[in-house]
């Protein structure tokens, strides 16, 4: 990175791509206080691997796929680093290429899983279908914990989950993300879309049927690897 410092380019990149453990990401934290050329570095990075914000959210699954393409681009390479324009080029049409593909995706199993997010969505099929489960919503956030109310109707056999939700409250320095909660797998966050107070999230994939809950918690601008903010609210599915 730097002959002033012990912290590598490539350390700095994991920081901002969320790819190194908390104790790591504490200690550089505070070397970032003082150090104006890690500083420097991690803005830049920061601006090259947020060039995706311009286009839809892709799925946690699609994401770790980008992330690995990225990756094996970045070790190839002999004896340096990878430079920052050729990186930022190979990333934005990875990630747009993967894109892409998302959005002509069907029902492909394994991890991979398609997600809507759009208020057409309420009147989804899945609510009248008979092999569909209801489950209600239920509130946490002392801030709008009354106005909070939804709905998930979750479809096992079709392999389908709808939730609707209204009464949240935008905060502008904050996402509301969506957390599918397994007792064997990695945790994953969706980013859910507010319009009028309202969320509609749609999803179809594989191990519906292993999820135990749904939370939905608030979370930095841009998202969170873990859950981190207060609960807006959560739904039990083993009732």
């Not at 190839?76 to 990875?94: D, E, M, R």
């Not at 208020?119 to 279908?129: F, G, K, N, T, V």
């Not at 994953?188 to 319009?195: D, F, H, R, S, V």
């Not at 939370?215 to 690897?225: A, D, F, I, Q, T």
Request: charged share 25%; proline share 5%; hydrophobic share 35%.
């Amino acid at each position: 990175m730097t002959n002033k410092c012990e912290w590598k380019e490539e350390e700095l990149f994991d920081f901002v791509a969320g790819k190194i453990d908390r104790f790591k990401s504490k200690q550089l934290r505070l070397h970032l206080k003082s150090c104006h050329d890690c500083q420097s570095t991690v803005s830049e990075w920061k601006a090259i691997l947020h060039c995706e914000q311009n286009v839809t959210q892709p799925s946690p699954g699609l994401k770790r796929r980008i992330d690995k393409s990225i990756d094996k681009f970045a070790k190839h390479k002999v004896n340096k680093w990878v430079s920052k324009p050729a990186y930022a080029i190979a990333g934005c049409f990875l990630f747009i290429f993967a894109l892409l593909g998302l959005l002509q995706m069907k029902s492909t199993g394994g991890e991979e899983y398609f997600v809507q997010q759009q208020e057409e969505l309420s009147h989804h099929p899945i609510a009248r279908d008979a092999n569909t489960s209801q489950f209600k919503v239920i509130p946490t956030s002392n801030f709008n914990k009354n106005e909070i109310e939804g709905t998930v109707w979750l479809n096992d056999k079709n392999n389908e989950m709808l939730l609707k939700a209204e009464g949240l409250t935008p905060i502008v320095e904050k996402d509301y993300q969506l957390w599918m909660i397994h007792p064997k797998r990695d945790l994953n966050g969706e980013l859910l879309t507010i319009k009028n107070g309202m969320i509609v999230f749609y999803y179809k994939g594989e191990g519906l049927d292993e999820v135990r809950f749904i939370e939905v918690s608030l979370e930095p601008k841009g998202g969170s690897p873990l859950p981190t903010g207060p609960k807006a609210f959560y739904v039990d599915l083993q009732q």
